[in-house]
């Protein structure tokens, strides 16, 4: 079973501290939601455990063994990541936005995995189009896409939400469901929007100043309680 663990992690921007003492854990075959208020600091966990940003205490696993160094080294260990606001390649054609996701796949594997198209058909026939004409919901599932491309064990996603119309985070949720169901990666996401975690989530944190200050099932999000960390 894979497991990412962040131990008691740090992070700076210079002196500001931005993480203090974080430690979770996402599983192989769940969902695990980080939730918070604006600028709390989930987004820099994400970053962290990517690889874009270094941090300065603590530890980042995969299976118990390190994960360090550069994205693209942590990408080769299974890591995939859908940052905050898709960054897909506007000049570039759907196809090859996709094939992007080649580079670190043996030859013999460069293709995209048909549950791409399967679980977003609307990719299939926007594949000569460029990535810059595509709706912001189509652009996301473009980049869940082109994620999926690397066959992830761990899939990070940044508010995938953001920005999107209903019909299409519904079309996102279920391709989350089908990925840790059918496919038993790992996803971790982070979200404003709770109702989309409250539904998908088997593992919730959420976080506040830099730190987690609860950690639980998707129901304890009804609790009044804990609810209080997310109101402004
Ligand atoms: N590049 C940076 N340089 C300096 N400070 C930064 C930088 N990026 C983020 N911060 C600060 O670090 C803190 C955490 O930011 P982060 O983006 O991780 O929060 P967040 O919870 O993801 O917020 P949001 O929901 O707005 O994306 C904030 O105080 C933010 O201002």
Redesign the pocket.
Known sequence: MTALTVSDVDLF??A?Q?LRGVSARAESGKITCIL??????????L?AVTGHLPIRKGEIALDGEALAGAPHARAGRGLAYVP?GREIFPLLTVKENLETGYARLPRKERTVPEDVFELFPVLKSMLSRRGGDLSGGQQQQLAIGRALVTRPRVLVL??PTEGIQPSIIKDIGRALQYLRDEKGISILL?E?YLDFCRELADRVYI?DR?EIVHEGSAESLDDPAVRKHLTV
């Open positions: 921007y210079g500001a931005a918070g208020r604006n600028g709390v600091g989930k987004s820099s966990l970053r905050q940044d508010e982070v404003q976080m830099g």
